[in-house]
C-alpha cells in the first residue's frame, strides 16, 4: 500500500506542476524571483534587462505575466520587448530589455514599477517587484545647469565641471586607526597584521587638480607625514597614507604613500589629525572625538565623501568589510 500510495502522490504532484521539472512527495513548490540590471533607465534609448529566474530548470516553457505602475507610460516613457516573460523549456531563467524612448517633454524623473503577475504552483520570493526610474534628460531637477541625465548628483546642485556634482575640496573619507588583531586587520594588504603599519587616512581631492608636496599630517603629539616633492592629487582623485609597511594591491587605483615618520601612531584613547599646506596653515582637521576607542574597523564616511563617519561594519553596503582604503565603501573604485 506504501507504494502505491507514493506512486499516486507523485502523479497527483506531476499533474499540477507540469511546467516545472522539480516535484517531490513533500510538495515542495519552486521558488521564483524578479530582478533588474539596473534601476535607472535614461531616455536617451538606455536600456535594462529585467529577468525572471526560478529554482530549478523547466521542462516545458513557463510565462511569467508582468504587471507594470508608476508615473512613466508604455509607448511614450519606454517600451517592452515583449509584455511577459517565457523561461524555455530546459532552462531556469528568462528576460526581456526595456527601452527608454527619447523626447523633448520636460517631465522630471518618472517612475517605473515591475512586479510579477499571477503564476501558478510557484512560490514567489519577497524581491517580486522592482523600482525603476526613468531619468528625463530634458530636466535639470537641482538647476545646476547639468541635465539630469548627466548628472551625478541630479538631486544637489554642483558644478557643470564635475559632472554636476560639488566641489568638496580635499578631506579625509576613511580612517583606520584600529586595525583588527590577525589577518583581517592586515589593511595595506603585505600579508602582516601589524598595529601601527595597517593604520591608514584615505583622503580624496574633489576639486580640480592639487599639488599636495610639503603638505603635512601631524596628530595631537607629533609630525607623522610630509607629503614629498611632486605629489599630486587629480581631480576626484584618492590618495591613501598607511603607518608603513610595504602596501600591496591596486587601493582603486589611488596613489598610495607610508608614513615619512614611521607610523601615523593615531591614539585610540582619543586624538586629533591636522593636515596643513607648505605654509603651515589648516587644511583638513579629523578629530575623534565620540568615535569608538578599539573599533577593530575603520571609520568611513556614509555615504561616502558627505555622510558622517560610521564604523565600516554598520553599513549595508560595505557588506561586513572592515575597511576599504582607495574604494568606496562597497569596494567599488570612485
Known amino acids: 500500500m506504501g507504494m502505491t500510495s507514493n ?6 504532484c506531476f499533474s499540477l506542476l507540469i511546467s516545472i521539472t522539480s516535484c517531490t ?22 536600456y535594462i534587462t529585467v529577468t525572471v529566474s526560478v529554482n530549478t530548470k523547466v521542462n516545458q516553457s ?24 517565457t523561461i524555455n523549456s530546459g532552462n531556469n ?45 530634458d530636466s535639470d531637477s537641482d538647476g545646476d545647469g ?10 544637489v546642485a554642483g558644478d557643470i ?37 595597517d593604520e591608514f587616512i584615505e583622503f580624496y581631492n574633489s576639486g580640480t587638480e592639487l599639488d599636495i608636496s610639503g603638505y603635512t599630517v601631524s596628530d595631537a603629539s607629533a609630525l607623522r607625514h610630509t607629503f614629498p616633492s611632486g605629489t599630486v592629487v587629480p581631480k576626484n582623485g584618492v590618495l591613501v597614507l598607511f603607518g608603513g609597511g610595504s602596501p600591496s594591491g591596486s587601493f582603486g587605483g589611488a596613489i598610495v604613500q607610508v608614513a615619512s615618520e614611521g607610523q601615523i601612531n593615531i591614539s585610540n584613547a582619543g586624538d586629533t589629525v591636522t593636515v596643513r599646506d607648505a605654509n603651515g596653515n589648516e587644511v583638513v582637521v579629523f578629530d575623534l572625538a565620540g568615535l569608538s576607542g578599539n573599533p577593530d574597523e575603520s571609520y568611513t564616511r556614509n ?9 565600516h561594519t554598520t553599513i549595508t553596503e560595505a557588506e561586513g568589510r572592515l575597511f576599504s582604503p582607495g574604494t568606496k565603501l562597497d569596494g567599488t573604485s570612485f
Do not use: H, M, W
Open 146 to 155: 547639468v541635465l539630469d541625465a548627466n548628472d551625478d548628483c541630479p538631486n
Open 93 to 137: 531563467s528568462g528576460s526581456i530589455t526595456i527601452t527608454g524612448i527619447q523626447d523633448n517633454i520636460i517631465e522630471g524623473v518618472e517612475t517605473l514599477n515591475i512586479s510579477l503577475g499571477t503564476v501558478k504552483n510557484v512560490l514567489i520570493l519577497s524581491n517580486s517587484e522592482i523600482y525603476i526610474s526613468v531619468l528625463d534628460d
Open 25 to 46: 512527495t513533500d510538495d515542495i513548490l519552486p521558488s521564483i524571483e524578479l530582478t533588474a540590471s539596473s534601476v535607472n533607465l535614461s531616455e536617451d534609448n538606455g
Open 161 to 197: 565641471n564635475n559632472n554636476g556634482c560639488p566641489f568638496l575640496g580635499f578631506l579625509i573619507n576613511e580612517v583606520l586607526y584600529d586595525p583588527a588583531a590577525n589577518l583581517p586587520g592586515d589593511a595595506n594588504g603585505d600579508g602582516v597584521r601589524d598595529a601601527n603599519q
Open 303 to 311: 555615504p561616502d565623501l558627505t555622510g558622517d563617519f560610521a564604523q
Open 62 to 85: 513557463l510565462t511569467v505575466p508582468l504587471v507594470l505602475s508608476g508615473t512613466a507610460t508604455d509607448g511614450s516613457d519606454f517600451s517592452l520587448s515583449t509584455p511577459n516573460i
Open 7 to 12: 506512486l499516486i502522490k507523485l502523479f497527483f
